[in-house]
Structures are given as structure tokens and as C-alpha cells.
């Protein structure tokens, strides 16, 4: 019979102890985001597949066609490619593949690119029904998110002789 009460009275404590806890949180402001129509700010740290980095000067990939990145990946879920064109110094990125299925975001890729060509995206809301989807072009994201730089490739890709400052300017 004792412990009969002894439950009865501790149920009762806990039950006042998180209803006060309740009626103490129903006053202030609400801290829950409804999802699809508010999304959260990622952190700066936030690590999410990788992307190509901007040259802040000529406004294309900074990525030099080293295969470091490529090399350093323990997913092996990179493929860069480029072509040296005649008469050019270096190589041009022409391909960067990231077979996001295989990879775990573990940033050996990022750590070991000495021109800091990659860098870890803030997209996170990525869904897919099928696993082509997560097989990305790099390079052609980039040339989506940025045009003038697509434009001016394709111009000294094609050998036109236009002034591409003038081009990107307007």
C-alpha cells in the first residue's frame, strides 16, 4: 500500500514538473521553422557536396586541372577532366565529375587543393528518386550559376578573336 502512494505522489510531481515546463515555454517566441516554406541558414563549417570556387580576378574556376583533388578522394567519386588547346600555356577544365552517391563528405578533397578551386556547397536539400541525379557535372553548375564565365569560355574555346572584356561588361 505504501508503494501504491509513493508512485501516486511521485506521477504527480512528475506531471507538475512538465506542465510548468510547458506553460513556461508557451510564452516565449517560437523557435520551430515550418519546413518547405522556411529553410535554416547553413553554417560557414556546414559540409555538403563540393563545388567549384570563383577566381575573384577573371570570374572563371580557379581549378588548374592538378588532380590533386581527384587523387586525395578515398570515395574515388571524382573525374576531372581538361584539355590543353594549342598555342595555351595550361589546361583548361573542361569536366569535373562528382558522383555524389559514393561520396562521404569527408573533405580530403578540399584539404588537399592548393588553389582552393573547391569548396563545400550550402545546398543540403538535395532529394532524387533516382541515382543519376547525384551524378554532377561540376563545371556545368558552374557555368549555369555564373554565364558571363560560360560565355567567355565557349568564345576562346571556339577560337572567335571578339574582345571578351567587352562582352562581359555589358
Known sequence: MVDYFKE????????????????????QP????????????MTRRHRSHIELARDS??????????????????SNCITVIGEKSEGAKKKVLTKYILNYNTCSLCGMCVENCKP????????????GYRKEDFIMDL?????????????????????LKE???RTSSN
Not at 580576378?57 to 578515398?74: D, H, L, S, W
Request: glycine share 8%; charged share 20%; aromatic share 10%.
Open 8 to 27: 501516486l505522489i511521485g506521477g504527480t510531481i512528475s506531471l507538475a514538473t512538465g506542465l510548468w515546463i510547458t506553460f513556461k515555454y508557451m510564452w
Open 30 to 41: 517560437v523557435i520551430t521553422l515550418q519546413y518547405p516554406r522556411q529553410s535554416v541558414k
Open 57 to 74: 580576378e577573371t570570374g572563371e574556376v580557379k581549378c588548374i586541372v592538378c588532380g590533386m583533388c581527384q587523387r586525395a578522394c578515398p
Open 116 to 127: 582552393e578551386a573547391i569548396t563545400f556547397s550550402d545546398e543540403y536539400n538535395m532529394a
Open 139 to 159: 563545371k556545368k553548375r558552374f557555368d549555369e550559376k555564373n554565364p558571363k564565365s560560360a560565355a567567355a569560355t565557349h568564345n576562346v574555346a571556339g577560337g
Open 163 to 165: 574582345d571578351i572584356t
